[in-house]
């Protein structure tokens, strides 16, 4: 009898106790074998929720070729839980083909209860909620990323459509100014960082107060939200 893949959301700062649900933690406990995107991370959040660390194996995903050995505790009943570094596994995070490789040979795949950054960013940002679409990563290089705004700008601006983004926690500052140069002053900017964590902030404004308010940002990880005036 095959197993079950659990993907299991990883909170912010390790404070699984805070932002799990009690069942999400119970059937952590319960599991003995993790595929994780960071061994390292993934002991500390264990720990924080309970875990033992000696009764437990972690695999890291790696190649795409050793994607089935680390399905392989499944073919004999043990179910397995997908951790990535910080986040929902396979949502702007890795994880996605392990996910694909156990639909392929009919594995369930159970989604636990957990914190989505770019739900919950959305849900306090007081833009479109209706119509949205996550872009992921914006370009690194300059040319590339101002004309990339500028086309997301126009969509959301013909779509009535909140476009939602991140950046790398270093480059946010680099990102911020990028949107603050090529976006419309009446266009509306969401920035909501270290969300679930003590230190949480989440403010909407429009492009021109935000240039004058002068705002950085910081290396905090940050969810970036647009919506065309």
């Known amino acids: 009898m095959s197993g079950v893949l659990y993907v299991v959301p990883t909170p912010l700062g390790g404070a699984a106790a805070d932002a799990l649900p009690a069942p999400v933690l119970a059937r952590v406990r319960s599991l003995r074998h993790f595929v994780v995107e960071n061994a390292k991370s993934a002991r500390a959040f264990l720990k924080e929720a309970g875990v033992d660390p000696k009764s437990i194996r972690i695999e890291e995903l790696g190649e795409s070729s050793r994607i089935h050995d680390l399905l392989r505790p499944l073919s004999d009943g043990n179910p397995i839980g997908l951790l990535s570094e910080a986040g929902c596994p396979a949502v702007a995070d ?6 694909e490789a156990a639909h392929a040979t009919g594995i369930r795949v159970v989604p636990l209860v957990g914190p989505s950054s770019i739900l919950l960013a959305l849900m306090a940002s007081g833009l479109e909620g209706q119509r949205f679409a996550f872009r992921g990563y914006l370009p690194r290089e300059a040319p590339a990323r101002a004309q990339r705004i500028r086309e997301l700008e126009a969509r959301s601006r013909r779509e009535r459509e909140t476009q939602i983004f991140i950046e790398t ?18 266009t509306l900017l969401c920035v909501a960082t270290d969300l679930t964590l003590a ?31």
């Open 94 to 99: 890795p994880g996605a083909k392990l996910v």
């Open 169 to 186: 926690p270093y480059r946010n500052d680099v990102l911020l100014a990028a949107l603050l140069e090529g976006l419309p002053g009446g």
């Open 199 to 229: 230190s949480e902030v989440v403010r909407t404004r429009s492009v021109a107060a935000w240039r004058a308010s002068r705002h950085a940002i910081g290396k905090h990880p940050t969810v970036f939200l647009m919506l065309s005036a």
